[in-house]
C-alpha cells in the first residue's frame, strides 16, 4: 500500500510477477520450521512473527511455511550444473531483512526499515541499496571484501540431476525434515497446507455478509487436501470470487480466462475430481446460494488456441523470451522450428535442439525434454489442470543437444581401513551390488577407510547413494557426499580459498549457527560440517586448488583431527601444507589461545572472523608422534601362543598428560558420554571439571614408581608427583601457564616450533587448582626431543584431551614429520570498515534473529 503521490517511488514488482526476474532458476534449501523476530516474508511481505516460518540455509530468504509453494526459485547459483553456465557473475540481489545500521552505497542514506521490506543487497558481495539507486552500480560483482576467500561459482562443477540442493551441499536433512513433517511434507517439497494463520484467524470470524470459501487450484491440491481460504460477501459474482482466487494464489492473469468449478469429497479418489457440468457462470449467477459447497476448484478455462513464451537457453544474461501462438495442431518440433527461424537459425537442424519444460519450484527445480512429436496445447492444458499455480511457475527452454559425457563424483567413507582397490571393489559389489561397467574408483583413501566412486550414469548414482544409508559394515554407518569438481584454470589470479570445517558436536554447541552463518558468507562448498564426512571430503574436494587456507570451528580435539587427516593425505594434495587457522568451540581451547584467537567463541560476527584470518599471519608448529606398545594379552591366541595387543600410533597437537590430569579428563569424559545433552555450554564443562576434581583431593598415587621416564637417551629421576605432563604449547588446561613464566638457566623458553617438549609434573588436585588460579606452575622436570615412558602398571592417559586407560608397557615421542602451518591472528586492531558490506555481512548472525 502506498500513497498516490508515492507510488512512483515504488520499483519492485509484485510477488506474482517475482518469477519473471528469475535468470537462472536455482531452487532453496529450506530449513526446519521456527519463529524469527523482525524479520519479513518475501512473498506476503507480512512478519515472520505471526506465524511459523523458515528460511533458506544458502542465501537470505525469509519466508512463511504457508508461503512457501509461492516463493520462485531464486536461490544463489553456487556452482555450474550443465545448465545455462555463465563465465562471470552479476549481483544476486535479495530485498529487505537488512540490518538497522545498513546505507545505501550510491547515495549514502539509510535503506533498511523496521516495518517493511526495504532496500536490496547483493547476496555475494554484500552491497546495499535502495531499489530505485541499484540501477546506477555495474551489474557485475567482485564478491566484496572476501573476494580472495570466496571459492568462485563459476569454477565448480557440480552434475547433480535428481539430486537436491541440501544433498550437493552436504546439509543434514535429518533435523530439517523431521521438524518439518510436524507441518506436513509433500513429495513436491510444498509443506503443508496452503491456508495461512491470517487466513483461518479470518475464516473463524463472524461476519453474516461474508462468507469464507476452500479454493483448490488443480487435481494436484485437491488430492493432497491443500487448499487457500478466500473470503467474499455472500451476494456477490462469480467473478469476483475468480479474482480472489487467483489473488490468493499469486496469480497475475486475467479473471475472463479462469473459472470455478464446484468440488465434492466423494469425488477426490475418482479421475473425475470436479463436475464438468457444475462450473459457474459468472455473468447471471452470484457464488452464494442455499446449496453452494464450500470447496471450489480453480480451473483454467479450455481454449483451441493460446500462446507460449520460449526462453533461449544460450543467452548470456538477462531474462528474454520469444512469444509463439499455438493451436491444436502445434507440435514440439514445429515450435522449435518457428523459434530458429524467428532468432534468425533456420539454417541449424532442428533435430540438434530440444525444448525443456522448468518447473520453477521454491524447493526442487525439475527439467522435463518434451519430445518433438509432443503437441504442445496439449501439454499446457494438462500442467493447467495439475496446477494453474504450477503453470506460473513453470519456463519453456529451447537448448542445443549436448553430446558431452558427464561425470559424478561420490565420496563413501565408513569402510574398513587399509583395503585396497580390489578388496573394496569386491566388498562394495556384495553389499551395495554395485555394477563394476558402470561405475570406476578414482581415488582410494586406505588409511581413512574410503574411496571415490566416479560413475556417468545418474541412475546407479542414486541408486548407490540411497542405498548407503540403509547399509552397515561392521556396525558401522556407511556415508555417501557429494564432491564437486573445482576448475582450478579458471581461478583469479591471487585467489587463496577458504576451506571451512565446523564441527557442531564441539563445547557449547555453537557449530549449527556458525554453519549457517558461513554457508552465507562464503560459497556453501567450501564449508564442510564434519559430523557428516569429517575432514576428507572437504580436503578431497580442494586436492587440486594450488593454494588454501583452512578455518577449524572446533575444540582442540577437533583440530587434533583435521591436521591428522591432513598429514595422512597430503602427498595427494597440490597444497600439501595449507595454512590453519581456529576458531575455538571447545571448553579447554589452549591452541587457539596460543594463536591469539581468543578463550572461545562468544557470538561474533562471522565476518569479521573471516576477514582476520584473511590477515592472519603465518606461523610453524610442532606437531608429535606417540607410539603406545602395550605389553598385555588380548582375547585370542594362534596356534596356542597368546597375542599382544599391537602398537598404536597417535598424533599429539597440545600436551600429553600421564596420571592425575588424564584421570581426571576420564571421568569428564565419560560424564558427557552418559548425557551429551546437558554438555552444551563452557560454564557447565568446567563445572563438572571441578565437580570430579573435588571427588579426588583426597587421593594418593605415587606415580613416580609406577613409571620411569627416559629423555634423549638419558633417565630423569622424578619427584614425588601425581601426574606428569608433556607440554608442546605454553597454555595448559584451558590457559594456565603451567611451565612458568620465570628463566632458568636450565631451560630454554619454550615455543611452539623450537623442536622440544617441556616435561611438567602436578602433586596433586590442589596443585592443578593453583595452577589454574595463577598461584603456582609445575615442577619443571625435563625438555627435550625424544621420549620413552615405561609404565609398570595400568594408568590413565590422555592426548589432547582424549583420554583413556593404558595398561603397563612403553610410550615413545618423538617428533613427526614436517612442522605443520598455522595462522595467528595478528595484534593490530582490525581495520574499521566502511560502508555497507560489514554492515550486511552482520545480519549474518543467527543468534540476533532467532527467536527461539
Known amino acids: 500500500m502506498c500513497h498516490e503521490k508515492c507510488l512512483r517511488n515504488v520499483k519492485t514488482l509484485c510477488s506474482c510477477l517475482a518469477p519473471n526476474l528469475v535468470k537462472i532458476p536455482v531452487a532453496h534449501c529450506l530449513g526446519a520450521p521456527a519463529q524469527y523476530k523482525k524479520k519479513f516474508c518475501a512473498v506476503c511481505r507480512r512478519q515472520l512473527e505471526e506465524s511459523p516460518a523458515t528460511r533458506c540455509e544458502v542465501c537470505e530468504l525469509h519466508i512463511h511455511v504457508d508461503c512457501g509453494p509461492f516463493a520462485c526459485s531464486d536461490c544463489r547459483r553456487c556452482h555450474q550444473d550443465g545448465h545455462y553456465d555463465r563465465e562471470s557473475y552479476h549481483h544476486h540481489w535479495r530485498e529487505g531483512?537488512?540490518?538497522?545500521?545498513?546505507?545505501?552505497?550510491?547515495?549514502?542514506?539509510?535503506?533498511?526499515?523496521?516495518?517493511?521490506?526495504?532496500?536490496?543487497?547483493?547476496?555475494?558481495?554484500?552491497?546495499?541499496?535502495?531499489?530505485?539507486?541499484?540501477?546506477?552500480?555495474?551489474?557485475?560483482?567482485?564478491?566484496?571484501?572476501l573476494q580472495n576467500m570466496i571459492l568462485p561459482p563459476n569454477c565448480v562443477r557440480v552434475y547433480a540431476h535428481n539430486f537436491n540442493n541440501f544433498q550437493c551441499f552436504r546439509i543434514l536433512e535429518n533435523a530439517q525434515m523431521e521438524q518439518v513433517a510436524n507441518y506436513g511434507d509433500d513429495e513436491n517439497g510444498d509443506t503443508g497446507n496452503y491456508a495461512s494463520y491470517k487466513d483461518t484467524q479470518s475464516a473463524s470470524t463472524t461476519d453474516s455478509g461474508k462468507q469464507t470459501l476452500k479454493i483448490f487450484d488443480g487435481d494436484d491440491t485437491v488430492k493432497r487436501n491443500q487448499f487457500r481460504l478466500i473470503t467474499v460477501p455472500r451476494i456477490s459474482k462469480t467473478e469476483e470470487a475468480v479474482e480472489a482466487a487467483l489473488r490468493a494464489y499469486y496469480i497475475p492473469d486475467d479473471p475472463q480466462e479462469y473459472e470455478l468449478q464446484t468440488f465434492t469429497q466423494d469425488a477426490v479418489y475418482s479421475d473425475d475430481i470436479t463436475n464438468p457440468d457444475g462450473s459457474v457462470d459468472s455473468k447471471t449467477l452470484s457464488v452464494f446460494r442455499d446449496t453452494i459447497p464450500e470447496a471450489w476448484v480453480l480451473r483454467a478455462k479450455l481454449r483451441?488456441?493460446?500462446?507460449?513464451?520460449?526462453?533461449?537457453?544460450?543467452?548470456?544474461?538477462?531474462?528474454?523470451?520469444?512469444?509463439?501462438p499455438i493451436n491444436m495442431?502445434?507440435?514440439?518440433?514445429a515450435?522449435?522450428?518457428?523459434?530458429?527461424?524467428?532468432?534468425?537459425?533456420?539454417?541449424?537442424?532442428?533435430?540438434?535442439?530440444?525444448?525443456?519444460?522448468?518447473?520453477?519450484?521454491?524447493?526442487?527445480?525439475?527439467?522435463?525434454?518434451l519430445t518433438q512429436l509432443e503437441p504442445m496445447l496439449g501439454r499446457l492444458q494438462d500442467i493447467k489442470k495439475i496446477s494453474v499455480r504450477q503453470m506460473n511457475q513453470t519456463r519453456f527452454y529451447i537448448k542445443r543437444k549436448q553430446n558431452s559425457v558427464e561425470q559424478f563424483n561420490l565420496l563413501l567413507l565408513g569402510l574398513p581401513p587399509q583395503?585396497?582397490?580390489?578388496?573394496?571393489?569386491?566388498?562394495?559389489?556384495?553389499?551395495?551390488?554395485?555394477?563394476?561397467?558402470?561405475?570406476?574408483?578414482?581415488?582410494?583413501?586406505?588409511d581413512q577407510g574410503a574411496v571415490v566412486l566416479e560413475m556417468s550414469c545418474f541412475a546407479e548414482a542414486e541408486r548407490i547413494y540411497t542405498r548407503v544409508k540403509e547399509t552397515t559394515l561392521n556396525d558401522k554407518q556407511l556415508t555417501a557426499v557429494i564432491i564437486p569438481d573445482i576448475e582450478v584454470a579458471q581461478f583469479p589470479q591471487d585467489a587463496c580459498p577458504l576451506l571451512l570445517f565446523v564441527n557442531p558436536k564441539s563445547g557449547?554447541?555453537?557449530?549449527?549457527?556458525?554453519?549457517?552463518?558461513?554457508?552465507?558468507?562464503?560459497?556453501?562448498?567450501?564449508?564442510?560440517?564434519?559430523?557428516?564426512?569429517?575432514?576428507?571430503?572437504?580436503?578431497?574436494?580442494?586436492?587440486?586448488?594450488?593454494?588454501?587456507?583452512?578455518?577449524?570451528?572446533?575444540?582442540?580435539?577437533?583440530?587434533?583431527?583435521?591436521?591428522?587427516?591432513?598429514?595422512?593425505?597430503?602427498?595427494?594434495?597440490?597444497?600439501?601444507?595449507?595454512?590453519?587457522?581456529?576458531?575455538?568451540?571447545?571448553?579447554?581451547n589452549d591452541l587457539a589461545r596460543v594463536l591469539r584467537w581468543g578463550p572461545g567463541y562468544s557470538g561474533e560476527d562471522p565476518f569479521s572472523i573471516l576477514v582476520a584470518v584473511d590477515e592472519a599471519e603465518e606461523v610453524l608448529m610442532d606437531r608429535w608422534t606417540i607410539l603406545i606398545d602395550a605389553q598385555e594379552i588380548i582375547d585370542g591366541t594362534e596356534n596356542g601362543v597368546p597375542e599382544l595387543e599391537p602398537p598404536k600410533i597417535v598424533q599429539m597437537n597440545n600436551y600429553c598428560g600421564i596420571g592425575i590430569d588424564a584421570e581426571l579428563s576420564l571421568d569428564f569424559h565419560q560424564a558427557r558420554e552418559e548425557d551429551p545433552d546437558k554438555f552444551n555450554s563452557r560454564f557447565h564443562n568446567k563445572g563438572v571439571y571441578v565437580k570430579v576434581g573435588l571427588q579426588k583431593i583426597s587421593h594418593t598415587r605415587n606415580?613416580?614408581?609406577?613409571?620411569?621416564?627416559?629423555?634423549?637417551?638419558?633417565?630423569?629421576?622424578?619427584?614425588?608427583?601425581?601426574?606428569?605432563?608433556?607440554?608442546?604449547?605454553?597454555?595448559?588446561?584451558?590457559?594456565?601457564?603451567?611451565?612458568?613464566?620465570?628463566?632458568?638457566?636450565?631451560?630454554?623458553?619454550?615455543?611452539?616450533?623450537?623442536?622440544?617438549?617441556?616435561?611438567?609434573?602436578?602433586?596433586?588436585?590442589?596443585?592443578?587448582?593453583?595452577?589454574?588460579?595463577?598461584?603456582?606452575?609445575?615442577?619443571?622436570?625435563?625438555?627435550?626431543?625424544?621420549?620413552?615412558?615405561?609404565?609398570?602398571?595400568?594408568?590413565?592417559?590422555?592426548?589432547?584431551?582424549?583420554?583413556?586407560?593404558?595398561?603397563?608397557?612403553?610410550?615413545?615421542?618423538?617428533?613427526?614429520?614436517?612442522?605443520?602451518?598455522?595462522?595467528?591472528?595478528?595484534?593490530?586492531?582490525?581495520?574499521?570498515?566502511?560502508?555497507?558490506?560489514?554492515?550486511?555481512?552482520?545480519?549474518?548472525?543467527?543468534?540476533?534473529?532467532?527467536?527461539?
Open 97 to 145: 531483512n537488512l540490518s538497522s545500521s545498513a546505507r545505501c552505497d550510491v547515495c549514502k542514506k539509510s535503506c533498511s526499515s523496521s516495518e517493511v521490506l526495504s532496500g536490496i543487497r547483493c547476496e555475494w558481495c554484500g552491497t546495499t541499496v535502495h531499489a530505485d539507486c541499484y540501477s546506477s552500480l555495474t551489474p557485475e560483482c567482485n564478491f566484496g571484501r
Open 304 to 324: 483451441d488456441c493460446d500462446v507460449v513464451k520460449i526462453y533461449p537457453g544460450w543467452l548470456k544474461f538477462g531474462v528474454a523470451y520469444i512469444t509463439i
Open 329 to 333: 495442431e502445434s507440435t514440439v518440433r
Open 335 to 369: 515450435l522449435i522450428q518457428e523459434v530458429l527461424a524467428q532468432l534468425g537459425r533456420q539454417e541449424e537442424n532442428v533435430e540438434d535442439f530440444e525444448l525443456v519444460e522448468v518447473l520453477m519450484g521454491c524447493k526442487q527445480v525439475q527439467r522435463i525434454v
Open 419 to 446: 583395503l585396497n582397490q580390489a578388496e573394496a571393489l569386491t566388498l562394495l559389489k556384495s553389499h551395495l551390488e554395485i555394477k563394476g561397467d558402470l561405475v570406476s574408483f578414482s581415488y582410494v583413501y586406505m
Open 508 to 588: 557449547p554447541l555453537k557449530g549449527r549457527e556458525l554453519l549457517y552463518s558461513f554457508r552465507k558468507l562464503l560459497n556453501p562448498h567450501q564449508v564442510f560440517d564434519l559430523s557428516n564426512g569429517g575432514p576428507l571430503s572437504g580436503l578431497h574436494t580442494f586436492r587440486k586448488v594450488p593454494y588454501f587456507r583452512i578455518l577449524v570451528c572446533g575444540g582442540d580435539g577437533t583440530v587434533g583431527w583435521v591436521l591428522g587427516v591432513l598429514e595422512e593425505i597430503r602427498h595427494k594434495l597440490n597444497c600439501p601444507l595449507p595454512p590453519v587457522a581456529v576458531l575455538p568451540l571447545g571448553t579447554g
Open 703 to 852: 606415580l613416580h614408581r609406577d613409571l620411569k621416564l627416559q629423555v634423549d637417551d638419558r633417565e630423569v629421576e622424578l619427584p614425588n608427583i601425581e601426574g606428569i605432563i608433556f607440554l608442546n604449547l605454553p597454555s595448559w588446561g584451558s590457559g594456565a601457564d603451567l611451565w612458568g613464566s620465570d628463566s632458568d638457566g636450565r631451560f630454554d623458553r619454550p615455543q611452539i616450533d623450537d623442536g622440544m617438549l617441556e616435561v611438567v609434573g602436578v602433586t596433586g588436585v590442589v596443585h592443578m587448582g593453583q595452577v589454574q588460579s595463577g598461584l603456582r606452575s609445575g615442577i619443571r622436570i625435563a625438555q627435550g626431543t625424544y621420549f620413552r615412558v615405561t609404565l609398570r602398571k595400568s594408568i590413565p592417559v590422555q592426548v589432547d584431551g582424549e583420554p583413556w586407560i593404558q595398561p603397563p608397557g612403553h610410550i615413545i615421542i618423538s617428533a613427526a614429520g614436517p612442522q605443520v602451518h598455522m595462522l595467528k591472528k595478528c595484534k593490530q586492531k582490525q581495520k574499521k570498515q566502511t560502508g555497507s558490506v560489514k554492515d550486511a555481512r552482520a545480519e549474518t548472525l543467527v543468534t540476533s534473529e532467532m527467536g527461539n
